[in-house]
């Protein structure tokens, strides 16, 4: 596995990770009182994304090789 590979990986854990605890936790609560449930599923979203943009990538050039 690349750097780059390891790090597309990472970053789209990341975001699903802190998604995750914004949403399911009480971290956060005194600042995000409001939007912690839509700025959650924007984060869990965007990394599920770059994970399935990522997988798609990867296919596409394991294809032409």
Known sequence: MDLRTAFAIGMSGFYILAGLVIGLTPFA??????????????????GLLRLVM???KRKADQGHS
């Open 54 to 56: 990522w997988w798609r």
């Open 29 to 46: 609560s005194d600042v995000l009182p409001n939007y912690r449930a839509v700025l959650a599923f924007v984060l869990v979203g965007y």
